[in-house]
């Protein structure tokens, strides 16, 4: 059986591993063919199918494996009777308590050992199949995912292929040629053969879809990318990544410095093997996979021709002709002189030399992590093809097992974990719930993790020369080794703090010192743009027209960091408590961020009411952060025209069942678009309800929150869980993103806040 193993270094991978505060928030799957009952593993079995036989209707995991395993080592069962509110019946205060004491003891005992609560932080179907083909490349498949992990990531596959044989972008989106033609190759790597091989005939379903959609000389850009190292597509039929560009001068506009960070270490490690024009070994599998993918011989296709093709599914954010055009300019007169003497000499291996410089750097500030999984790939190879036996490879390849997460739907890899975003806001929740008296513990658990998890200093050495931001007093998204600082994160960190401070240390632990909240506030400074708004990671800044160039075709806004509405108010609470609690520190700093703030989010809104949300789906999540923030800095449902605007959609989007629904296509298309059916989600009626509490919607009309208390209550399965539904994050509005912790904090937090704030009983 699989077991989830919390805050452990492996000690075999040293001395290729190691930790800030060791190891606290790693998590990492261990096999043990060995273990459990024959009833626990007729569970996991039981759990598989059901997510098979529903996989069309839902597509996200419930992340059960891990949960399985918690109760039963805590030795979890539910003491109060479950609760139901039937038509015409009053909700009062006791079965309120009753519905919300449930959800807390289960929720609690899904803590881990060391004070964070685990999750799947997954979705993508990008993210797997390029790791994959790196161990094959490197040749260290086998012993990176020996036959149980190989047996999962087909698992994995199998029950997210779409019914016509394609893969999403990520688990709910139609079929691309992007996820299908990786698939594809993943699962021929795995040893399934290409006309019977894997479940349900996978193998050849996918390979008619990629035919009947052209073949793979219409993958998009980073498809050409994987297809080129793999030896399955030339280098020429790529646009050019050239690494030149990491030895521009600084002050050009597009300097690796003014990038949006993501887009940077994606691009840095590329433009590196493309420089290099790596190739991995060209196996008999290569040869095979040469006359399987395309729709003329391999040895006939025109690569100069295809460059700019792409498959119309996989197109989100079109090309304008200037960006081909600079495109075909590098590729027709800048390339050939630079892969030429004396030029290659002079000028592409230093490139390749600065260009290596930055990647062993952001390897080292994450202690091999990396800022994410796409770049977590790409820098292992360019680490191994510049030396296939250094240790920087090795270090790597030991920082595998942190992104591999395993559920009922098999093996996945995580975007890098949510660790601390999770966990800042499971403790927030159970802290609205006023029962210290039952959940201390895990508080101070909770508390120990986030302290433990702040990052203690700046990046190493001449940061700024390696384009980095001050880290010293943030949050990472996921734990402190990660190293890069997230200012949503940080506020909600610091949030936390704060909260906790004001209790009693017997119970929650010593409260933090105030240098390192100090440290907090400096961070969150520092990151406001002029227009009031709060960038993720870095300052933003830099010129819009920037975005004409993404050279992406799949996502929107990539190339520069931009600010947003959940950072924003996330800071704006943050800092409205910090003052209070110390006002003599940088007071007329945090106000002026606060008002500028303010406008900002007043800016902003749509005009019908809503906010347009950027990590979570959509206008529901971002119209709760924005309600929020502005409640926060003392505006009311009176004196704030933005706070009725908001308040007016939210009533309006409510459905007859009590809930809110939003579907995910929300987000790419960016206008509100209710899910079919008049379908209800319980983590956007948490935050729905939340918005409307926050706007004080408890003193005027009280009876949309009853409704959407009494939709959350009657949801609650037996053991205090709620049910998986829709998927609800999202990055870069066209992926979609799976957290799994989100169904348990949102309904209890939105129950706290109801029990807390609206007056009992109600009855209809």
């Known amino acids: 059986m699989w077991k989830l193993k919390i805050a452990e270094g492996g000690e075999d991978s040293s001395p290729y591993i190691y930790s800030t505060n060791n190891f606290v928030g790693r998590q990492t799957w261990e096999f043990d063919p060995n273990a459990g009952t024959d009833e626990e593993r007729a569970e996991v079995e039981e759990a598989r199918l059901q997510f098979y036989n529903n996989r069309y209707q839902v597509k996200p995991s419930g992340d059960l494996l891990w949960r399985m395993q918690f109760l039963r080592e805590k030795k979890f069962k539910p003491t109060i009777s479950p609760v139901k509110i039937e038509d015409g019946e009053a909700i009062t205060h006791e079965k309120t308590t009753d519905a919300l004491r449930r959800s807390v003891h289960f929720f609690s005992a899904l803590q881990a050992s060391d004070g964070h609560w685990p999750a799947e932080n997954a979705g993508p179907l990008f993210f797997l199949p390029p790791l994959v083909i790196c161990t094959y490349i490197t040749g260290h498949l086998y012993s990176v995912f020996p036959e149980e992990h190989r047996k999962e990531i087909l698992r994995y596959l199998y029950y997210h ?10 688990i709910e989106g139609h079929s691309t040629m992007f996820s299908t033609g990786l698939s594809y190759i993943c699962m021929r790597i795995l040893g399934e053969g290409p006309d019977d091989g894997g479940q349900d005939n996978a193998c050849s379903r996918a390979r008619k879809w990629i035919l009947d959609h052209g073949g793979v000389t219409h993958m998009p850009s980073w498809g050409k990318t994987w297809l080129s190292i793999l030896g399955l597509f030339d280098w020429s039929g790529s646009n050019p990544m050239p690494p030149e560009f990491w030895i521009l001068p600084s002050f050009l506009p597009m300097h690796p410095a003014k990038m949006w960070c993501y887009c940077r270490m994606v691009y840095m490690p590329m433009s590196y093997l493309y420089g290099k024009r790596f190739v991995g070994p060209i196996t008999p599998l290569i040869l095979q996979l040469r006359e399987e993918l395309f729709i003329q011989p391999y040895n006939e296709i025109n690569w100069k021709k295809v460059r700019h093709l792409c498959a119309k599914e996989d197109i989100y954010y079109p090309h304008p002709w200037i960006q081909d055009l600079l495109w075909d300019s590098l590729y027709i007169s800048t390339e050939p002189l630079l892969t030429r003497w004396p030029f290659n000499k002079l000028i592409r291996e230093k490139a390749l030399q600065v260009t290596m410089k930055h990647i062993h750097y952001e390897d080292e500030n994450s202690r091999y992590i990396t800022i994410g999984c796409v770049e977590k790939v790409l820098c292992m190879l360019a680490c191994w093809a510049e030396d296939p036996n250094g240790d920087y490879f090795k270090k790597h390849l030991a920082r595998i097992p942190d992104y591999l997460w395993v559920a009922e739907d098999g093996m996945k890899m995580q975007s890098f974990g949510s660790q601390q975003w999770d966990t800042g806001f499971s403790i927030q929740a159970l802290l609205a719930t006023n029962l210290t008296d039952e959940i201390g513990p895990a508080l101070a658990r909770g508390h120990d993790y986030i302290k433990k998890s702040q990052v203690k200093d700046n990046p190493s050495g001449d940061f700024k020369s390696m384009h980095r931001h001050i880290s010293k007093g943030s949050w990472t998204f996921s734990d402190q080794d990660h190293g890069w600082q997230v200012s949503d994160c940080t506020a909600e960190g610091l949030k936390c703090c704060l909260l906790l401070s004001m209790m009693p240390s017997e119970i929650v632990g010593e409260k933090m010192e105030p240098e390192r909240l100090y440290d907090s506030v400096n961070v969150l400074l520092s990151l406001q743009s002029k227009n009031g708004g709060l960038s993720a990671w870095e300052p933003a800044g830099a010129a819009e027209w920037l975005e004409l160039l993404n050279p992406t075709e799949f996502f929107a806004d990539i190339v520069i960091e931009h600010e947003y509405v959940e950072c924003t108010s996330s800071a704006i609470q943050a800092l409205v408590l910090f003052k209070k609690l110390y006002t003599g520190h940088r007071k007329k700093e945090i106000e002026h961020f606060i008002t500028k703030s303010i406008h900002y989010l007043e800016n902003i809104q749509m005009p019908d009411g809503s906010w347009y949300g950027n990590w979570g789906v959509c206008f529901t999540y971002g119209t709760w952060f924005a309600l929020g923030g502005l409640a926060a800095a003392g505006e009311t449902f009176r004196t704030s025209a933005a706070m009725r605007k908001g308040v007016s959609f939210l009533l309006k989007a409510q459905r007859e069942n009590g809930g809110w629904g939003e579907s995910y296509l929300s987000s790419p298309q960016k206008t ?93």
Request: charged residues 20%.
């Open 161 to 170: 292929q779409n019914e016509d044989g394609g893969w999403g972008l990520h």
């Open 672 to 764: 509100y678009i209710p899910l079919e059916g008049n379908r209800s989600n319980l983590v956007h009626t948490a935050w729905a309800m939340m918005g409307l509490i926050h706007a004080g919607q408890a003193k005027r009309d009280p009876t949309p929150l009853h409704r959407a208390a009494k939709f959350i209550i009657n949801s609650q399965l037996e053991n205090g869980d709620f049910p998986q539904q829709e998927i609800t994050g999202v990055f870069m509005k066209n992926c979609m993103l799976h957290y799994a912790a989100y169904r348990n904090i949102y309904p209890l937090w939105a129950l706290a806040e109801y029990r807390k704030r609206v007056p009992l009983p109600y009855k209809a």
